[in-house]
């Protein structure tokens, strides 16, 4: 068709003439519209949507149906045409469409071409040993480690010199941290390809890591046996000090995580470190202090405890409480109660054989009442009560 003289009305009227020659106008008994989109005329976007999708060339989900319960025969005939050919021919268009797939980083869509073509077990080597290795290469990518391990194993097995399938497989065990096994691979390979750099560069990374493994773990060792041998020297520093331990089966919620330790743990020697509860029975309160020295004496302890704003002993209930109006009491083994001199360092209490006065869930637990107030309290004071109280 011959534009050339045309005026731009003109040329845009000879088009709308040519389209109207070629638009379909039904006749007599015929559709309103072609055949081929009358089919179409009631349904919905998503309807015809799902309708393409049932065609191989539209395909973006695999639908082996006709949309009707049917079979897509369509689909069907294609499928099978996969499988024309030799065994090897057959394989080997799956392994090509598998690198298709993997060339677009589609690995899972990899992986079942792979996967047909090793189904078909066809007895060409080569293309068995590739059809395992570029199936690992996908696993490795996916970081399905252990699968791509088995899948270059059965590489070697075909082929033993394979440098694919032991690179992958040092990366895969890498990975997985069996550093041991990557190196040993990486090794099987430099024995074969002993100037590939790839294999040089990983090995290196892998002992490098190992180095850093064996480290770990013979500092882990030395704090093990460090924390082992700190243990028992404090264990046996108790003992030197004639200590006894009374666990209660519901500590005091501060004591619940309690140590005892050394000032220096590697000397039995040194200072006995430990926390300390403050029991004001006549007032129903207490303190309570993360840490003293079994040196301290009760009159040190008071006088740390009553460095307080003037507003607290300006309480009615508090205005005995100085430390020359205090009393100090520390619970026996058997229940029963003893005086402790307010100048006495504690652990000369503590080593006593008789009565024996016990540190609590590991902590020192000292009774402080006013004078003015020690004796009817004392007068209340129950033995039994104490011990039942220890299983309560």
């Given at each position: 068709m011959?534009?050339?003289?045309?005026?731009?009305?003109?040329?845009?009227?000879?088009?709308?003439?040519?389209?109207?020659?070629?638009?379909?106008?039904?006749?007599?008994?015929?559709?309103?519209?072609?055949?081929?989109?009358?089919?179409?005329?009631?349904?919905?976007?998503?309807?015809?949507?799902?309708?393409?999708?049932?065609?191989?060339?539209?395909?973006?989900?695999?639908?082996?149906?006709?949309?009707?319960?049917?079979?897509?025969?369509?689909?069907?005939?294609?499928?099978?045409?996969?499988?024309?050919?030799?065994?090897?021919?057959?394989?080997?268009?799956?392994?090509?469409?598998?690198?298709?797939?993997?060339?677009?980083?589609?690995?899972?869509?990899?992986?079942?071409?792979?996967?047909?073509?090793?189904?078909?077990?066809c007895?060409?080597?080569?293309?068995?040993?590739?059809?395992?290795?570029?199936?690992?290469?996908?696993?490795?990518?996916?970081?399905?480690?252990r699968?791509?391990i088995?899948?270059?194993?059965?590489?070697?097995?075909?082929?033993?010199?394979?440098?694919?399938?032991c690179?992958?497989?040092?990366?895969?065990?890498?990975?997985?941290?069996?550093?041991?096994?990557?190196?040993?691979?990486?090794?099987?390979?430099?024995?074969?390809?002993?100037?590939?750099?790839?294999?040089?560069g990983?090995?290196?990374?892998?002992?490098?890591?190992?180095?850093?493994?064996?480290?770990?773990?013979?500092?882990?060792?030395?704090?093990?046996?460090?924390k082992?041998?700190?243990?028992?020297?404090?264990?046996?520093?108790?003992?030197?000090?004639?200590?006894?331990?009374?666990k209660?089966?519901?500590?005091?919620?501060?004591?619940?995580?309690?140590?005892?330790?050394?000032?220096?743990?590697?000397?039995?020697?040194?200072?006995l470190?430990?926390?300390?509860?403050?029991?004001?029975?006549?007032?129903?309160?207490?303190?309570?202090?993360?840490?003293?020295?079994?040196?301290?004496?009760?009159?040190?302890?008071?006088?740390?405890?009553?460095?307080?704003?003037?507003?607290?002993?300006?309480?009615?209930?508090?205005?005995?409480?100085?430390?020359?109006?205090?009393?100090?009491?520390?619970?026996?083994?058997?229940?029963?109660l003893?005086?402790?001199?307010?100048?006495m360092?504690?652990?000369?209490?503590?080593?006593?054989?008789?009565?024996?006065?016990?540190?609590?869930?590991?902590?020192?637990?000292?009774?402080?009442?006013?004078?003015?107030?020690?004796?009817?309290?004392?007068?209340?004071?129950?033995?039994?009560?104490?011990?039942?109280?220890?299983?309560q």
């Amino acid at each position: 068709m011959s534009t050339s003289g045309l005026t731009e009305d003109e040329l845009q009227d000879k088009l709308i003439s040519e389209w109207e020659k070629l638009r379909y106008t039904p006749k007599a008994g015929e559709p309103a519209l072609p055949p081929q989109l009358s089919d179409f005329a009631e349904k919905t976007t998503e309807d015809v949507m799902k309708e393409l999708n049932r065609l191989p060339f539209f395909m973006t989900e695999l639908d082996e149906t006709d949309g009707e319960g049917g079979e897509n025969t369509t689909l069907e005939a294609l499928k099978s045409l996969a499988y024309d050919g030799e065994p090897h021919e057959i394989a080997g268009n799956f392994k090509n469409q598998g690198n298709d797939a993997y060339k677009t980083k589609q690995y899972k869509v990899a992986i079942e071409f792979y996967t047909k073509g090793i189904e078909v077990d066809c007895d060409d080597k080569v293309i068995n040993a590739a059809l395992y290795s570029n199936r690992a290469a996908c696993n490795l990518e996916l970081k399905n480690y252990r699968q791509c391990i088995e899948d270059c194993k059965k590489v070697l097995a075909i082929d033993e010199k394979n440098v694919k399938a032991c690179f992958r497989t040092g990366k895969a065990f890498f990975a997985v941290n069996r550093s041991e096994e990557a190196s040993q691979i990486l090794q099987y390979g430099l024995s074969f390809d002993p100037e590939n750099k790839d294999f040089k560069g990983l090995l290196e990374t892998v002992i490098k890591k190992q180095k850093q493994i064996e480290e770990a773990k013979l500092k882990k060792e030395r704090e093990l046996e460090e924390k082992k041998m700190k243990q028992s020297i404090l264990e046996n520093s108790i003992k030197l000090r004639h200590f006894t331990i009374i666990k209660s089966s519901r500590p005091a919620e501060m004591l619940e995580d309690a140590k005892l330790r050394l000032e220096d743990p590697l000397d039995h020697e040194s200072q006995l470190i430990f926390p300390a509860m403050l029991i004001y029975p006549s007032i129903d309160e207490f303190d309570y202090i993360a840490e003293i020295s079994e040196l301290s004496t009760p009159i040190e302890i008071l006088e740390m405890i009553l460095d307080r704003p003037r507003e607290w002993f300006e309480d009615p209930k508090h205005k005995d409480f100085t430390v020359k109006k205090l009393e100090c009491y520390m619970e026996t083994q058997t229940g029963g109660l003893i005086k402790v001199g307010k100048k006495m360092a504690i652990n000369n209490v503590l080593m006593n054989d008789k009565p024996v006065a016990p540190l609590f869930d590991n902590g020192l637990r000292l009774f402080v009442v006013p004078k003015s107030e020690s004796a009817e309290w004392l007068s209340k004071w129950s033995k039994e009560a104490a011990l039942a109280k220890r299983k309560q």
